[in-house]
């Protein structure tokens, strides 16, 4: 089946500094991502997403980069803040399947030293 | 707040039981999704209904099931449940049944003794 997985467990990252947390995906036939954050004894909270028609996307503070020739996924948060802390999920979903259900990787935890 | 409600937010029972969660979706949203978190598991797609309907299935046992009611709210059924069924169960939502953001609820804590 299909799996995302993350390549770091764990991040830690200075307080104003910019965070990168990676992804890799294993199924070609995904077309559509989104990054989550998950906050202690909260659900998952969505970022932002990409589909594979896009190579960037950009919100607020979070970039979202897409690379679909090496199965790719990478969020960029800018100027890190002690509320990024977080553990962030990156999900893919095959979106011409008519089943939106997302696959999840691990999760990278996310600690900010103020 | 995603707009998406769960209740209840903690359940403790015994194994052998029978327990009921209940999501509560995004007003306007069709889709309700159910999800496992384990320790061990990750986030586990269990299963998707939309607008009433089964629309896919993934790992979810048979003696869990589900269903999607008329005014849209959703109930996940648990039973005979086991050591193994303690994990959080979340519940998310979309506006339509593919290719769309899908926002979560906080969850229900089922813990079996």
């Known amino acids: 089946g299909e799996s995302v997985g993350l390549h770091l467990p764990t991040l830690s990252v200075q307080e104003g500094d910019n965070s990168i947390i990676n992804c890799a995906y294993s199924n070609s036939a995904s077309d559509y991502f989104i990054w989550y954050k998950q906050e202690s004894g909260k659900g998952p909270q969505f970022i932002i997403d990409?589909?594979?028609?896009?190579d960037k996307r950009q919100g607020q503070r979070v970039t979202v980069l897409l690379n679909k020739t090496v199965k790719h996924l990478s969020l960029q948060i800018a100027a890190t803040q002690p509320g990024d802390s977080a553990v962030y999920f990156c999900a893919e979903n095959m979106s011409g399947t008519g089943a939106n259900n997302l696959f999840f990787g691990t999760g990278t935890r996310l600690t900010v030293i103020p | 707040d995603s707009g998406v409600t769960q209740t209840p937010k903690h359940l403790i029972t015994a194994t052998g039981q029978r327990v009921t969660l209940r999501c509560s979706p995004r007003?306007?949203?069709?889709?309700v999704y159910w999800y496992q978190q384990s320790l061990d598991q990750g986030l586990q797609f269990l299963i998707q209904y939309y607008n009433g309907e089964e629309r896919a299935k993934g790992n979810i046992l048979e003696r869990f099931s589900a269903q999607q009611f008329p005014d849209l709210h959703s109930e996940l059924n648990l039973s005979s449940l086991e050591l193994g069924d303690s994990a959080l169960y979340f519940c998310a939502s979309s506006v339509w049944d593919s290719g769309q953001p899908q926002h979560f609820g906080d969850g229900t804590r089922l813990s079996i003794l």
């Open positions: 990409i589909r594979s028609n896009m």
């Open positions: 007003s306007g949203d069709l889709s």
